[in-house]
Structures are given as C-alpha cells and as structure tokens.
C-alpha cells in the first residue's frame, strides 16, 4: 500500500523566504508526527498531531515554525522568514498511535541560501 | 545541544557474518523501542520494534534484545548482506505523545 509521501522532496529557498513543506500521511494513521534532521543535530522531534490538533508542539525551535493538519490527513509545516540555520532535511511519520510504529516518508531537503 | 557535525559511531563486517549494533537509551520511563535504517537520500524505515514488557523480539534475520536494567538495546542482523549497509538508529518513546527521542546513530558498513 502507498506509505508516506512528503512534497516537495527538495526546497532550496532565499533567507527571508516563506516555505511550505506537505505531508501526506498513511491512510488511516491518527497520528502524525513532524521531526528535522540536520548534520548538528541528529534526528530531532517538532510537533506532534492526534487528529487535526497538536497537543505537543514542544519541539518546534521558534514561533516562525507553525504546523497544521486537515481532514484529520495531510499537514503542512510552515516556517517563516527562513534562516540558514533552519536548512535540514524535514521528515514525517505517521502511525496509528498507542504502541505502534512510526512510519516515515522520503522527507523534504530543505536548503536556505 | 550544538555541535559542528555528528560523527558516527561504524561497524564494519563482512558478508555473511551476523551485526550487532548497540544503543544506550536515555529515560528509564521509555515504554517502547524501535529500530530504523536508513539509507542515503531516504527516511528512516522501520525494522522492529519492542514493548519495555519483552526482552527480546526476533522478525526476519533481525532481533532486537533489551536490557532494562542497564538501559540498553541491541540489534542483531543475521548473515549480513550488501543491502544491509546503512545508517541504524534506535528510538525510544513513552508517554502519552508517543515522541520518538532517536540516539546518534551507528553506520553499518557490509564489505563483499
């Protein structure tokens, strides 16, 4: 069956930029999880949905980052006035919660020039 | 915190000989645990997982053991091949989100 899919998978955009990044997750998966990896980094945890609402938003690294979700399927991750730092690779999981595994999509290479 | 670059921890093995890649989790309340690999270019994909309440899971060439006491996982790969090569990471989660806390990561590097 179709797995995650994220748009676009790759994203160069100028400092001071807005950028979108979407995630369609699996078919029936409540829950969805929003993470960034960067070479500094590692594998970093951003914002959580159960549902169309976030009850953990706690990784998200400023109020530039925002995050929605629809139709309890797609979501997408906004950041604002994009910084270089912000450059990384963005990825979505989605699962069906509770002791389930997460599973992730090809990601979004995000690239601020 | 910051840090100029991960350097990972690599595993190198030959063809055909069984891996074993280790990772020391971080809270004693973490509940559950999965292993992902991941290739260049690709997200993590899931291998396995495991509930704090086992001890040990086997799935196809791949078993994954847990050590409460000491706060330890390992993944074992059997007759490990060529398209074994990749990025290992361990995860673990607990609570009510389910937010997945990734360690360093380890390359497992297969030589032919």
């Known amino acids: 069956g179709a797995g995650v899919s994220q748009s676009p998978s790759n994203k160069v955009t100028e400092k001071g930029k807005d950028v979108e990044l979407r995630c369609d997750p699996i078919s029936g998966h409540t829950a969805l999880y929003w993470y960034r990896q960067s070479l500094g980094q590692g594998l970093e945890f951003l914002i959580y949905?159960?549902?169309?609402?976030?009850?953990?938003k706690s990784g998200l690294p400023s109020d530039r980052f925002s995050a929605e979700r629809t139709g309890g399927s797609v979501s997408t991750l906004t950041i604002q006035r994009t910084q270089q730092e912000d450059s990384a690779v963005y990825l979505c999981?989605?699962?069906?919660?509770?002791?389930?595994?997460?599973?992730f999509g090809p990601g979004t290479r995000l690239t601020v020039t | 915190g910051e840090s100029v670059g991960l350097h990972l921890p690599t595993l190198s093995v030959q063809e055909g000989d069984n891996s074993i890649i280790n990772c020391a989790y971080s809270?004693?309340?973490?509940?559950?645990f999965i292993w992902y690999k991941q290739e260049s270019g690709k997200g993590p994909q899931f291998i396995i997982d495991?509930?704090?309440?086992?001890d040990k899971r086997q799935g196809q060439r791949v078993t994954v053991l847990l050590n409460k006491t000491v706060k330890h996982l390992s993944l074992q790969i059997a007759a490990t091949q060529p398209g074994d090569s990749a990025v290992y990471f361990c995860a673990e989660t607990g609570g009510a989100t389910n937010k997945l806390i990734f360690g360093t990561g380890t390359l497992l590097a297969v030589q032919p």
């Open positions: 809270n004693s309340a973490s509940d559950y």
């Open positions: 999981a989605s699962s069906l919660g509770g002791f389930s595994g997460q599973y």
């Open positions: 949905f159960q549902g169309n609402s976030a009850p953990d």
């Open positions: 495991i509930r704090s309440n086992m």
